[in-house]
């Protein structure tokens, strides 16, 4: 089965900064773009940042300039750099399959304290 194990998330002050990792199995890796998500507290889960199995990056507003992905293929892992972290960045983050996710695994909880 496909998995994403995510880890990493903790709590840190405004503008700080957090490395959240996500290692993934049950696929090949390396031909799949890897999108990271987030849920904050009663709220709906959005995009946050992707990467193309090329390495093309792409972010979401919110984060643009702050957060940088990137993947590590021999290690089936894509990496979340966050700076810059704001209180409004808590939220539960996800990784999965860009184009087509599956089941979301358990998350890792970040949280910014104002």
């Known amino acids: 089965q496909v998995q994403f194990v995510e880890s990493g998330g903790g709590l840190v002050q405004a503008g700080g900064s957090l490395r959240l990792s996500c290692v993934a199995s049950?696929?090949?890796?390396?031909?799949?773009?890897i999108g990271w998500y987030r849920q904050a507290p009663g709220k709906q889960r959005e995009w946050v940042a992707r990467i193309s199995s090329g390495g093309s990056t792409v972010y979401a507003d919110s984060v643009k300039g702050r957060f940088t992905i990137s993947r590590d293929n021999a290690k089936n892992t894509v990496y979340l750099q966050m700076n810059s972290m704001k209180p409004e960045d808590t939220a539960v983050y996800y990784c999965?399959?860009?184009?087509?996710?599956?089941?979301w695994g358990q998350g890792t909880q970040v949280t910014v304290s104002s």
């Open positions: 999965n399959m860009y184009y087509r996710p599956l089941s």
């Open positions: 049950g696929m090949t890796f390396s031909i799949n773009a």
